[in-house]
């Protein structure tokens, strides 16, 4: 992670490059125990997405999965699917999320340079 988004990407490319032929779930040794993984679906485009995971209950962190970007008019939509166990989350904390997010995205402009 890195505050500064332009030195964030760069970290995320040289990960990328690293990383990408790895056939192990978590191939990069020494990550946070905060982290969590997002699927990218880039090529399907859904209306909804459900991974289950059968651990007892005992995966806590979310589930985000992305989609394939569709451009509409002056627009660029993208699928999110967010599954959070509510054992550590409310909708509310998901509606916040889902808030920031296009807040983001629709001021990319501002962070993205």
């Not at 008019?73 to 909708?91: E, K, R």
Request: glycine letters at 6%; one cysteine or more.
């Amino acid at each position: 992670y890195n505050c500064v988004f332009s030195l964030f990407y760069d970290s995320c490319i040289e990960d990328i490059d690293r990383y990408s032929q790895s056939v192990s779930l978590r191939p990069k040794l020494n990550e946070p125990s905060n982290s969590f993984m997002i699927s990218a679906l880039p090529w399907v485009n859904f209306t909804g997405f459900n991974i289950n995971v059968f651990n007892e209950g005992r995966y806590l962190p979310p589930i985000f999965t992305i989609g394939k970007f569709i451009e509409t008019g002056t627009s660029v939509l993208m699928p999110l699917s967010i599954q959070a166990h509510h054992a550590v989350c409310d909708g509310v904390h998901v509606g916040r999320f889902v808030q920031a997010l296009q807040e983001l995205s629709s001021n990319y402009k501002e962070w993205l340079l």
